[in-house]
């Protein structure tokens, strides 16, 4: 099995920063991909950033230039580094990764990591 667990959210004000971590473990024979999805209240789940192993960068619109992928292989963990935050970014923040476990590639997915930015 393979667990993401993600960390680093909180409560920020508008202007500040902070860095999410997604570390990946357990049967874990490669990664193809790791991405960063939001969910605010009453909205639907959508895209932020994603990576792949080849080093492609894909940002949402609404993020570029503020938000920063990135990933340490040798940790099986990606990051994302946001600046300049603002409220409609407070959502819950979530890893997958696409994963080969030995059988098959899948995707997974961590539980969440609360971010609330204040005006």
């Known amino acids: 099995q393979v667990q993401l667990v993600e960390s680093g959210g909180g409560l920020v004000q508008a202007g500040g920063s902070l860095r999410l971590s997604c570390a990946a473990s357990g049967k874990i024979f490669n990664i193809n991909a790791m991405a960063w999805y939001r969910q605010a209240p009453g909205k639907q789940r959508e895209l932020v950033a994603s990576i792949t192993s080849g080093g492609s960068i894909n940002y949402a619109d609404f993020v570029k230039g503020r938000f920063t992928i990135s990933t340490d292989n040798a940790k099986n963990t990606a990051y994302l580094q946001m600046n300049s935050l603002k409220p409609e970014d407070t959502a819950v923040y979530s890893c997958?990764?696409?994963?080969?476990?030995?059988?098959?590639?899948?995707?997974?997915w961590g539980q969440g990591t609360q971010v609330t930015v204040s005006s």
């Open positions: 997958n990764a696409n994963v080969f476990n030995g059988r098959r590639w899948e995707n997974y």
